[in-house]
């Protein structure tokens, strides 16, 4: 979703999605407004609309928390702070979204199986492309 969405069509959006025959329901959600979607999810009038979420963690993404949620937002640091041990660099996950977006006009009628091997072997080019770079630049890179 982008653009003006409302927290719950988020929340409503995610749980179709994720409920459907053979998807795996995510461990996390990382939203830029994570801490309004945690706080709904936690409101006691709507409990039974959203009981589905009660496992899933609400991350705000570090930019945003940085920059866009105030540290007396009591919510937003109680469930979404997740500065304390960043392990998953959002930032990163922001920009490769981009790069996959910018293959949007070669990719749209792709179908899902084609649209995968392209990505996948995007991505292990781009790989061989930094770890050469990284190399040259005498920097000690490696797969994980």
Not at 37 to 54: F, G, L, Y
Not at 64 to 85: A, E, G
Not at 96 to 124: C, P, Q
Request: charged residues 20%.
């Amino acid at each position: 979703m982008f653009g003006a969405e409302a927290v719950s069509n988020v929340l409503a959006l995610g749980q179709i999605v994720f409920s459907v025959p053979g998807a795996i329901k995510p461990d996390f959600l990382i939203y830029d407004c994570a801490c309004h979607a945690k706080k709904q999810v936690e409101s006691p009038n709507d409990r039974h609309i959203w009981a589905w979420w009660d496992l899933v963690k609400f991350i705000v993404d570090v930019w945003h928390f940085l920059n866009k949620h105030k540290t007396t937002h009591d919510v937003c640091q109680k469930f979404c702070n997740d500065s304390k041990s960043w392990f998953f660099n959002t930032s990163v996950a922001e920009q490769t979204n981009i790069w996959f977006n910018s293959y949007g006009s070669m990719t749209h009628e792709m179908t899902s199986v084609l649209y995968n091997f392209f990505l996948d072997e995007m991505v292990r080019l781009r790989n061989e492309v930094t770890m050469t770079k990284l190399e040259q630049e005498g920097a000690k890179a490696r797969f994980l």
